[in-house]
Nanobody, 114 residues
Framework: QVQLVESGGGFVQAGGSLRLSCAASGRMFIPNALGWSRQAPGKQRELVAAINSDSTYYTDYVKVRFTITRDNAKNTVYLQMNSLKAEDTAVYYC?????????WGKGTLVTVSS
């Protein structure tokens, strides 16, 4: 059974930084891509960043401020978030994409005060 466990969320003032982690576990689990999405109150879930074997993707709003990295040995993906803004407040979800299906974590809350 595949599990994605996020950590690193919390409360931070605008301009501050947080680093999210997502550890993936499961027998023979080798994701093609890992990513982070977020859902703010009253809004749809949106993709923030993703990473596969040779490229990364960022939504325009977080480019330069956020960095996604991946440790294949640990099956862990990270999201370094700098220069946080109040608009970044949301529940952040980790997503893993395999050949057969997508998997989601339960989310970690990030709250940025202005």
């Amino acid at each position: 059974q595949v599990q994605l466990v996020e950590s690193g969320g919390g409360f931070v003032q605008a301009g501050g930084s947080l680093r999210l982690s997502c550890a993936a576990s499961g027998r023979m689990f080798i994701p093609n891509a890992l990513g982070w999405s977020r859902q703010a109150p009253g809004k749809q879930r949106e993709l923030v960043a993703a990473i596969n074997s040779d490229s990364t993707y960022y939504t325009d709003y977080v480019k330069v401020r956020f960095t996604i990295t991946r440790d294949n040995a640990k099956n862990t993906v990270y999201l370094q978030m700098n220069s946080l803004k109040a608009e970044d407040t949301a529940v952040y979800y980790c997503k893993a994409t395999t050949n057969s299906m997508d998997y989601w974590g339960k989310g970690t809350l990030v709250t940025v005060s202005s």
